[in-house]
């Protein structure tokens, strides 16, 4: 399992993950009590550590030196903040991530 920051202004043509990920505790076998012990222990690593995490993300955290951010998504977000978005970016990073207006 994983969760992350997107930049919507990454020009990227795939989804970047820039952020944890967790593969301890994790079953994926079929039968009905492994997919609940599984979908509970994500649970819990989401209100646990990843709550904490996204509320992490702020700005200035995000163009910092331990950004989990790669350069070139940094860069991405800087040109936005300053009013540089490039909106093809924007409208590609909305279909990538399956909240697109068209």
Known sequence: MEYGVRVLNDPREHIVLNGPDVTE???YSTDAAAIEACANVMM???LDD???WFEAQTPANLLGEK???DPEARIALQQAIDGNAD???VAQ??????FADS
Not at 93 to 98: F, T, V, Y
């Open 44 to 46: 819990r690593y989401v």
């Open 93 to 98: 990073s909305r279909k990538l991530l399956g």
């Open 87 to 89: 909106f093809t970016a």
């Open 67 to 69: 950004s989990c951010l």
């Open 50 to 52: 990843g709550l904490a």
């Open 25 to 27: 505790h994790l079953d």
